[in-house]
């Protein structure tokens, strides 16, 4: 059964992501890239998620890749880059979630300290089958 998605806002440069990416010299799986043009800026109607530390965390939505739309990560993507991580959405506590480069794994990082932590995949499968 497909994840169902709210408020997607269509990408107003179809090849946005794939650009950003290349002008960083960074690799994001294509699945991931097809499920955040797909889904841009959307909230997922099954929303809940464990990490390795903590359970029943809520996915708010994925960042938007559109300049102008109000949960658009372009203006911090480097910040997060630079600490090798690829961000794609944000958790109801206002923590994000981001593909680490390296690994290519989701994690849930804590906007105040940091921290990583890995995402169980198998606690919302739907919803990061699409993802990573």
Not at 109 to 131: G, M, Q, T, W, Y
Request: glycine fraction near 6%.
């Amino acid at each position: 059964m497909a994840i169902t998605w709210k408020y997607v806002k269509p990408l107003k440069h179809p090849n946005a992501i794939e650009a950003m990416c290349n002008n960083r010299g960074i690799h994001i799986p294509a699945k991931t890239i097809n499920a955040l043009k797909t889904h841009n800026g959307g909230r997922p109607a099954d929303k809940s998620f464990d990490t390795v530390c903590e359970t029943d965390y809520v996915f708010s939505s994925l960042y938007s890749f559109n300049q102008d739309d109000p949960n658009s990560i372009i203006k911090n993507l480097d910040l997060y880059i630079e600490r090798g991580l690829f961000p794609i959405g944000i958790e109801a506590g206002g923590n994000a979630v981001c593909l680490e480069l390296e690994s290519n794994r989701l994690v849930l990082v804590n906007h105040e300290n940091e921290k990583r932590e890995p995402i169980i995949l198998e606690s919302n499968a739907e919803l990061f089958s699409e993802l990573a």
